[in-house]
C-alpha cells in the first residue's frame, strides 16, 4: 500500500494514523502546509508498517511527530530527505538507508542515534562548517558514506569510523584541507575511496598506507592532491602504491 501526496499546497494535515495502519510507502513532495505527519497528541498507533518515506520540498514540516512516544515507525528503513529546511527526526530504530539533500545542525545532530544505518548520503549544506561531534561514533552498521556538496565544510570529525564501513566518497567540499587521522585506525574494511572536487586538500593522511582492504582509490578535480599523488614522484606516492586499482585525475 503507497500513498503519494504532489503540490497539495493547503494540506495541513494526513488522515489519522489509524487509517494507515497497512501503509508501505508514503511520498510526499511540495506540500508546504504540513507540519507534521502526525499532529495526534493522544496515543496512536503511528506507522506500523511504513517502510519507505520520501520527503521533498517541504519548508514548513517540523517533525515527524507532533508529540514523540515509543517507537510510531518500527518498520521505516528507507527515509530520503530533500529541502525540508526546519526538519528534525526521532529515534527510528529501523532505519538503514538514509538520503538528506540541504543538511541543518539539528537533523545531522539526530543521526548519531540511527545505530542500524548500513547507507548514508549526505548532499548540500550551504552553511555547514562542522559536523557535531560523535556524529558517526555509534553508527557501527554503516557499510556507505557519502559526503557531497559541503562549500564550507572545513573539517571531519577525527574520532573512529564504523569498523564495517566498505564505501567513502567526499566530494564538493572546497574548503576542506586535510583529512583527520584517527578515522583511517577504523577502517580496516575499507574498500573504495572517492575524493572528487575538494580543490583544498593539501595530502593523503599517513592512516591510508595500512588500510590493506582498500582496493579502489579515486581522487578528482583535487589539484594539489593530484600532483602528490603521481606515479613515482609524488610526494604521498609511497601512501597509494599497495592499491591495486588507481585513479588520479582526468586521463
Known amino acids: 500500500v503507497s500513498l503519494k501526496l504532489w503540490d497539495c499546497m493547503n494540506c495541513v494535515r494526513l488522515p489519522s494514523t489509524s487509517k494507515l495502519l497497512s501503509l508501505k510507502r508514503l511520498e510526499l513532495r511540495n ?18 508498517s ?14 515527524l511527530l507532533k508529540v514523540e512516544r515509543g517507537e510510531m515507525f518500527p518498520c521505516l528503513s528507507y527515509l530520503y530527505i530533500s529541502s525540508c529546511p526546519k526538519l528534525g527526526l526521532p529515534y527510528l530504530p529501523s532505519l538503514k538507508d538514509l538520503s538528506v539533500w540541504e543538511c541543518n545542525n539539528d537533523l545531522l545532530r539526530s543521526i548519531s542515534t540511527f545505530c542500524s544505518l ?16 560523535g556524529m558517526f561514533t555509534n553508527l557501527t552498521c554503516l ?7 559541503f562549500p564550507k565544510l ?17 566530494s564538493a567540499c572546497n574548503e ?31 592512516g591510508i598506507r595500512h588500510l590493506t582492504s582498500l582496493e ?36
Open 31 to 48: 506540500t508546504v502546509s504540513l507540519k507534521y505527519l502526525n499532529d495526534e497528541s493522544h496515543d496512536g498507533m503511528g506507522f506500523p
Open 216 to 251: 579502489t582509490l579515486t581522487i578528482m578535480e583535487c589539484p594539489t592532491l593530484e600532483e602528490r599523488c603521481k606515479e613515482g614522484t609524488g610526494e604521498d606516492w609511497d601512501k597509494i602504491a599497495h592499491i591495486p586499482k588507481l585513479k588520479i585525475g582526468w586521463p
Open 143 to 149: 557499510q556507505t558514506l557519502e559526503i557531497g556538496n
Open 176 to 206: 576542506l584541507e586535510s583529512l583527520p587521522e584517527l578515522i583511517w585506525e577504523s577502517l580496516q574494511s575499507l574498500r573504495s575511496l572517492r575524493i572528487f572536487s575538494c580543490n583544498e586538500l593539501q595530502w593523503l593522511p599517513e
Open 118 to 133: 548500513t547507507n548514508l548520503d549526505l548532499s548540500s549544506g550551504e552553511g555547514i562548517t562542522s559536523f557535531p561531534e
Open 154 to 170: 572545513k573539517e571531519l570529525p577525527d574520532e573512529p569510523f564504523s569498523l564495517a564501513l566498505e564505501n567513502l566518497s567526499i
Open 50 to 63: 511504513l517502510e519507505v518515506l520520501w520527503l521533498s520540498d517541504l519548508p514548513n514540516i517540523e517533525g
